[in-house]
C-alpha cells in the first residue's frame, strides 16, 4: 500500500486569496470592523495622499496588522512583518500588502493614544453586541521579558555604589599621579590621567541617572525600556520584565481590559467583578 501522495510542486494552480479564507474566518471580522472606523475621531495620524514621491501606507493596514497580532498573541514587529510574507490570512487581510518591520513599529509608536480609544471602542462594540456580560471579570498577569539588560536597571543603592567605586579609584589615580610625577613618567602619567578622564565622565552619566532616579518618585528607572522594572518573575530569579495584567469576560472569554504596570502589586481595577 503507497503513502498519501501530495501534488507536485511545479503543478500550475489557478486560485485567489479569497478562495483560501473560510467564510467565517476572524480576518474577515477585522477587516470590516476596521473598514468602518473614522480613525481621525480615535486620534490616529492618517496618512494622505501625496501627488508626488513614493506613495505612503493606508494607516488602516497598520492597524489591521496590530488587530491580527493581538488575536494572535504576537506583539514583536519583525515577527508580525514575517506573518506578512508568509501567513495567508495575513495576505487577504493586507491584500498581500507586506511593510517592513520599521514601519509597523513606528505606528505603535506615533499612536499610543489612539491605540487605546481603539480598544476601549471595541470593548463597547462587544457589549452592545451582547457578547460580554460585564458581570464575572477575570484577571490575570504574566511577566514579559524587556529588551533592557539588568546593567541598565538603576535604583539607588545601585548608583552609589557605582558613585563610591568611582571614587576610590579616582583617589587610587590621583595618588599614582602624584608618585609618578615626581618619578617623570610620563607614559604611565599619560595612560592615569587617560583613566581619570574616564571615571569623570562616568561619574557624570551616575550622577545624571541619580537625577532621573529622584525626579521620577520611582524606586528604580531602566535606561532602554524606560517601564520595564526587576521583577520577580520565578521563584529568587529577578529579570527586568513588563508586568501586564488582563481582564477577560467569562460569558465568551474576550478580553475587555489590559494593562502594563512596573511594579508587583495588582492593576488598579484587579478584583472588580461587575462592570455595569
Not at 80 to 102: A, V
Not at 160 to 186: F, P
Not at 226 to 231: E, I, K, N, Y
Amino acid at each position: 500500500m503507497q503513502h498519501i501522495i501530495g501534488i507536485s510542486r511545479q503543478q500550475m494552480r489557478f486560485s485567489s486569496l479569497e478562495d483560501a479564507i473560510a467564510p467565517d474566518n476572524q480576518v474577515r471580522f477585522i477587516d470590516a470592523f476596521v473598514a468602518f472606523l473614522d480613525l481621525r475621531k480615535l486620534g490616529f495620524a492618517v496618512n494622505s495622499i501625496k501627488a508626488e514621491g513614493r506613495p505612503s501606507y493606508d494607516t488602516k493596514v497598520f492597524l489591521k496588522i496590530y488587530l491580527y497580532g493581538y488575536l494572535g498573541g504576537l506583539r514583536s514587529s519583525r515577527k508580525l512583518e514575517k506573518e506578512c510574507f508568509r501567513n495567508i490570512e495575513m495576505q487577504w487581510l493586507l491584500e498581500d500588502i507586506r511593510p517592513n518591520y520599521h514601519s509597523i513599529s513606528d505606528f505603535r509608536k506615533n499612536n499610543p493614544v489612539a491605540l487605546k480609544n481603539l480598544f476601549r471602542l471595541f470593548v463597547c462594540f462587544l457589549k452592545d453586541a451582547d457578547l460580554i456580560a460585564g458581570e464575572t471579570i477575570a484577571i490575570d498577569g504574566t511577566k514579559s521579558r524587556a529588551h533592557n539588560s539588568k546593567k541598565a536597571n538603576f535604583n539607588q543603592k545601585k548608583i552609589d555604589k557605582h558613585l563610591e567605586y568611582i571614587e576610590t579609584k579616582t583617589q587610587e589615580y590621583l595618588d599614582a599621579l602624584a608618585e609618578n610625577d615626581s618619578k617623570e613618567n610620563q607614559p604611565k602619567i599619560q595612560n592615569i590621567q587617560q583613566k581619570l578622564e574616564r571615571l569623570k565622565q562616568n561619574k557624570f552619566r551616575y550622577e545624571l541617572l541619580e537625577e532621573k532616579l529622584q525626579a521620577s518618585g520611582e524606586p528604580q528607572i531602566s535606561t532602554t525600556d524606560s517601564d520595564a522594572r526587576a521583577l520577580l518573575v520565578q521563584g529568587q530569579v529577578v529579570e527586568i520584565s513588563f508586568n501586564m495584567q488582563v481582564a477577560v469576560d467569562a460569558k465568551h472569554n474576550l478580553v475587555v481590559a489590559t494593562h502594563t504596570i512596573n511594579i508587583m502589586t495588582a492593576a488598579p481595577w484587579r478584583n472588580t467583578t461587575n462592570h455595569g
